[in-house]
Nanobody, 112 residues
Framework: QVQLVESGGGLVQPGGSLRLSCAAS????????MSWYRQAPGKERELVAAITSAGGSTRYADSVKGRFTISRDNAKNTVYLQMNSLKAEDTAVYYC?????WGQGTQVTVSS
């Protein structure tokens, strides 16, 4: 069955960086676009970044453009989200999404 397992979240100071990973299994990873979403307390889940199956095209929420980078390694069935210049408003649970499935999420907290 489809499994998406996120890792890499944690507590970081404003201006810091984190790299999230999502390890996928149970489907043909290289055939699917992959996405990262996030949900902050009291807010709706929102798309952060997406990448096409071969990695040739990406898109980002306006709020993270220039700070976050999505990438993938099809040989490792893994998608990444490099997050730089983190702000308090980036605090949320970050979810991986693909093949109509969600991962369990990883908490990112940006605070001094």
């Amino acid at each position: 069955q489809v499994q998406l397992v996120e890792s890499g979240g944690g507590l970081v100071q404003p201006g810091g960086s984190l790299r999230l990973s999502c390890a996928a299994s149970g489907f043909t990873f290289s055939s699917y676009a992959m996405s990262w979403y996030r949900q902050a307390p009291g807010k709706e889940r929102e798309l952060v970044a997406a990448i096409t199956s071969a990695g040739g095209s990406t898109r980002y929420a306006d709020s993270v453009k220039g700070r976050f980078t999505i990438s993938r390694d099809n040989a490792k069935n893994t998608v990444y989200l490099q997050m730089n210049s983190l702000k308090a408003e980036d605090t949320a649970v970050y979810y991986c999404y693909a093949a109509f499935r969600w991962g369990q999420g990883t908490q990112v907290t940006v605070s001094s």
